[in-house]
């Protein structure tokens, strides 16, 4: 059976994304910060989303690969991106591309399944309700947190309940961020 970690960013006082419209300006990603997600990225068999996160990555991975203007570790998450299978959970969305397909009715069985059925791990990227969803169920088995050195007072936290969790490993980079990998209890 394979395993499901979550790899999100949070600000140092615990969430995902600012009150109202986050422009993600808080986030302190450089070439060293990405090259762990690329690493993640291209160990995973699939990545989950909720509908709020996959809407977010469409305007700029499908492309990204092609894009000389962007550096090279984005052009490499961006062929990541567009070849890995994508599992996207929501009610409202219909059309998806990319190697993605959606799932809508009994969500989280259909997840379990997904985990049965992989030999290494899902990645999932959110967002918060999924998550929570997730972690109620026990279907979550590592969590792969960057903390990123700033503070938004108020927003979306990924954690609504209780979590009990094992320290794996710290990375500490150069601008700030730490990246902080747990295993559930």
Not at 133 to 140: A, F, I, T, W
Not at 164 to 181: E, W
Request: hydrophobic residues 40%.
């Amino acid at each position: 059976m394979g395993r499901l970690i979550v790899s999100m960013n949070l600000s140092l006082d615990g969430y995902i994304e600012a009150e109202g419209e986050d422009d993600g300006s808080w986030l302190r990603i450089d070439e060293e910060v990405h090259s762990v997600f690329n690493e993640l990225a291209a160990g995973a068999d699939a990545f989950l989303y909720g509908r709020k996160v996959y809407a977010v990555m469409i305007p700029y991975w499908p492309n990204a690969a092609e894009d000389a203007q962007k550096p090279a570790y984005e052009r490499e998450y961006g062929r990541l991106w567009v070849a890995k299978p994508k599992v996207v959970v929501s009610t409202s969305m219909k059309e998806v591309g990319w190697n993605t397909r959606v799932l809508s009715l009994d969500v989280f069985d259909d997840i379990a399944r997904l985990k049965q059925a992989s030999e290494g791990y899902i990645l999932c990227y959110g967002g918060a309700e999924l998550v929570s969803g997730l972690h109620e169920r026990r279907l979550v088995d590592e969590y792969t947190l960057f903390i990123h050195p700033s503070t938004l007072g108020a927003g979306v936290s990924l954690f609504r309940e209780r979590a009990d969790l094992n320290l794996l490993d710290i990375r500490r980079f150069r601008q700030g961020t730490l990246a902080l990998r747990y295993a559930t209890s």
